[in-house]
């Protein structure tokens, strides 16, 4: 078992920056990719962003140039660094791991999520 704690979330107006953080613990050494989803209201959860532990890391075309996914594999820990936010990125955004590597799209555990509102 993967236990997984997002932190970071929060309101922001537009163009503003908010820097997620996701910790892991139980089973890590299970992880290899480690992913970051958002849902908003109405529409299904979408990969956002993921990162394996080599550090490769894969983005959503429309997070590209605006969002940064680094990890610390001593500490276990993903980050997610948002910047130029647009109100359309508001959703629930979840941390979550696979042992599989970045094409991988089955994620076994998952944060509890946290909220994300970019105001206009």
């Known amino acids: 078992q993967v236990q997984l704690v997002e932190s970071g979330g929060g309101l922001v107006e537009a163009g503003g920056s908010l820097r997620l953080s996701c910790a892991a613990s139980?089973?890590?050494?299970?992880?290899?990719?480690m992913a970051w989803y958002r849902q908003a209201p109405g529409k299904q959860r979408e990969l956002v962003a993921s990162?394996?532990?080599?550090?490769?890391?894969k983005y959503a075309d429309s997070v590209k140039g605006r969002f940064t996914n680094s990890r610390d594999n001593a500490k276990n820990a993903v980050y997610l660094q948002m910047n130029s936010l647009k109100p359309e990125y508001t959703a629930v955004y979840y941390c979550a791991t696979s042992p599989g590597g970045l094409a991988t799209m089955q994620y076994q555990y998952w944060g509890q999520g946290t909220q994300v509102t970019v105001s206009s």
């Open positions: 139980g089973s890590v050494f299970s992880i290899n990719a």
């Open positions: 990162i394996n532990r080599s550090f490769d890391t």
